[in-house]
């Protein structure tokens, strides 16, 4: 059951994101409009409609998170960086990138972005249930207030100071940005991260004991082991990054040669390589690499003229690493290489494989 529940399903696609959510969010989804619905029943006076009311808005606010979590991936988009995904769980969500940032300008830009749109739902929202009172709709009123008190305090939260909250990526953003190494920076945003968890594990435990509230207590503690669990994971990714070398994770390089025609590695590459660069090598030489994106920058009626030498980016210090290179140092160069990949090289410069 427990890996049941974490089975993923995709639930649409947004400007060509796929959205995904776990069978655990539906479970929320029934709670949450279950409690929702207690709330506004005394004003609705009516199990139907408030059940109803209270559906509707529990799906409003898990769209609510989703544009949260669409703000980051557009700005992240806008920094060159290729969205992966959103996912939706029980506990908020989640927009996973296909590499990190390259600066602290666009870690921070992507990391504000989420919570800055969460306070301006706030703020219509808030606009909204002005409104309702104003036309004298109590209940109306009410659920928009929920609604703007929900958004406040999401971004609120995620503004705490620890990974992988959108706080602690700020704070992450600033340490990198004076001179931390990333990965240490993720290291003790993370270590952040697992103390705001216990602590709110710690609160949970504190609510349901002196004041009873069980409910309260139980989501506080539920958030808590899920923030720690978070950040304990993307603690243990970075050490073992920091310990492994670049053959702990490279591939077999499927190389093109300078002299092949585009056509050639149209026809006959990228039907069965599917990978966005690609080593341009003689006799195991490197010379250079070869850009999906930079193929595509060329006319189709000019493939069978253009060859691979006058496309490919030629061989530079941060297009390959030697082998033994710590795997960290070569995710670290590739965050400022531009291109997002590098070659594997032995000591005698032959190429031997490609991250």
């Known amino acids: 059951m427990p ?53 509707a808005a529990t799906v409003i606010f ?36 296909r590499h990190e940032p390259k600066t602290p300008r666009a870690e921070f830009r992507i990391a504000i972005a989420g919570p800055a749109a969460s306070f301006l739902l706030a703020l219509i929202f808030t606009g909204l249930m002005a409104a309702a009172n ?36 700020v704070l992450r953003a600033y340490l990198w940005k004076n001179g931390k190494d990333l990965n240490d920076a993720t290291i003790l945003t993370g270590l952040c991260g697992q103390y705001i968890g216990a602590g709110l594990i710690v609160l949970g435990l504190v609510i349901v004991v002196a004041r009873g509230e069980f409910f309260t207590g139980f989501w506080a503690m539920m958030v808590g082991v899920f923030l720690f669990d978070s950040a304990r994971g993307i603690i243990r990714e970075v050490r073992s990054l920091q310990r492994d070398v670049v ?54 009626s000019a493939w069978r003229e253009r060859l691979v030498r006058d496309v490919m980016r030629p061989v530079r210090d941060d297009y390959f690493v030697e082998t033994g290179t710590p795997l960290a140092e070569a995710h670290s160069l590739m965050r400022t290489n531009k291109i997002g990949a590098l070659a594997v090289v032995d000591s005698s410069g032959k190429l031997v494989g490609c991250i």
Do not use: C
């Not at 669409?70 to 969500?93: T, W």
């Not at 703007?148 to 609120?156: D, G, H, K, P, T």
């Not at 990228?270 to 006799?283: E, G, M, S």
């Open 247 to 300: 053959e702990d994770s490279m591939k077999l390089a499927v190389s093109v040669l300078p002299d092949w025609t585009i056509q050639h590695v149209v026809d006959n590459v990228l039907t069965f390589a599917r990978q966005p660069v690609f080593p341009v090598a003689v006799d195991k030489q490197l010379y250079g690499m070869l850009l999906l994106r930079d193929v595509k920058a060329v006319a189709p």
């Open 134 to 169: 104003a036309a004298g709709t109590d209940i109306l009123a009410v659920l928009f207030f929920l609604l703007a008190l929900a958004n406040f305090l999401l971004a609120v939260f995620n503004m705490f100071p620890g990974y992988p909250l959108d706080g602690g990526r």
């Open 3 to 55: 890996g049941y529940f974490k089975r993923q399903m995709e639930l649409m696609r947004v400007s060509g994101i796929p959205v995904r959510i776990d069978y655990r969010w539906f479970l929320v989804l029934v709670l949450m409009s279950l409690i929702t619905a207690t709330s506004i029943n005394a004003l609705a006076k009516d199990l139907s409609l408030s059940l109803i009311l209270g559906f």
């Open 62 to 97: 898990f769209g609510s998170i989703l544009l949260h979590e669409f703000a980051h991936a557009i700005i992240a988009r806008m920094e060159g960086l290729e969205v992966l995904e959103i996912v939706l769980h029980p506990f908020g969500g989640l927009a996973r990138f």
